[in-house]
């Protein structure tokens, strides 16, 4: 059997998911899987079947799916399966005329690999237990709710760690919103809040529509904001993108899914 590896990515207009991406195939690479391609779900490409017959083109039989993507969801569960016309997460599809063994690893969710790199965001810019955290989710609509879960848990995760003033929060389709978050914790007598967007990489909604909620500039690292008459320094920091720690787990999905 010939192991391949199709890294799965939403796919962008406007943002740095592409470059993400390259660069963590480019170190599964280096770390000896030798076929690795890129597949994304819109906008991008190549799409994620162009990536699968790209695979088989290769020599390929046996194939793990790694979706970057910090929950499960709708395209994890139902969309990417959809695409290529799976029955479950682990199918064997003709492609091109060739039997294929494929499987869907799940993503990132509930792995503490997101804690621990939410803690060094915060390390990153100098913050301590006295500061506001606010941890941005997306949200969604996809009945697990499993968006809303991954965001939470890891909230809930930085506060045992000490990080009392810790609230999530979440940029549509979800509860709380920005604005009642930055509410709440102004109440709590914080003098500066960390904004960290748990999402896999900048776009529109993490340079406009986000930026815009917080009440900072788009495009930015953050500023002055005035919560209830009060200044408060804000310091928005950046997605999760390429962290190495990503990289580590992606690779361990894959050992795991078609090694054994």
């Not at 509930?110 to 390390?123: G, N, P």
């Not at 406009?208 to 909620?213: R, V």
Request: net charge negative; glycine share 10%; proline share 5%.
């Amino acid at each position: 059997m010939t192991n391949g590896i199709m890294i799965a990515g939403y796919g962008t207009r406007k943002g740095n998911l592409e470059e993400i991406l390259q660069k963590q195939a480019a170190r599964l690479i280096a770390r000896g899987w030798e076929h690795v391609e890129i597949g994304y779900f819109r906008v991008s490409s190549p799409t994620i079947p162009e990536a699968l017959e790209r695979l088989v083109d290769a020599g390929v039989d046996n194939v793990v799916i790694l979706p970057y993507y910090i929950a499960e969801g709708s395209l994890t569960k139902e969309l990417i399966p959809e695409k290529l016309g799976m029955a479950s997460d682990m199918s064997e599809l003709t492609v091109k005329g060739k039997k294929v063994s494929v499987c869907i690893a799940p993503a990132f969710g509930m792995d503490m690999v997101l804690a621990h790199i939410l803690c060094d965001k915060i390390a990153d810019v100098k913050g301590d237990r006295d500061c506001g955290i606010m941890i941005i989710g997306h949200g969604t609509r996809h009945p697990s709710l499993a968006n809303m879960r991954t965001i939470r848990i890891n909230a809930e995760r930085l506060r045992s760690l000490g990080f009392s003033h810790t609230r999530y929060t979440f940029n549509e389709f979800c509860e709380p919103s920005i604005k009642d978050t930055l509410d709440s914790l102004e109440k709590e007598g914080v003098k500066r809040i960390i904004a960290i967007p748990l999402f896999i990489a900048m776009g529109l909604h993490l340079g406009d529509e986000i930026p815009e909620q917080l009440g900072i500039p788009p495009y930015s690292d953050g500023g002055v904001i005035t919560v209830n008459g009060r200044e408060i320094n804000l310091c928005y920091t950046r997605p999760v993108e390429a962290d190495n720690r990503l990289t580590d787990y992606l690779d361990m999905k894959a050992s795991e899914y078609l090694v054994g």
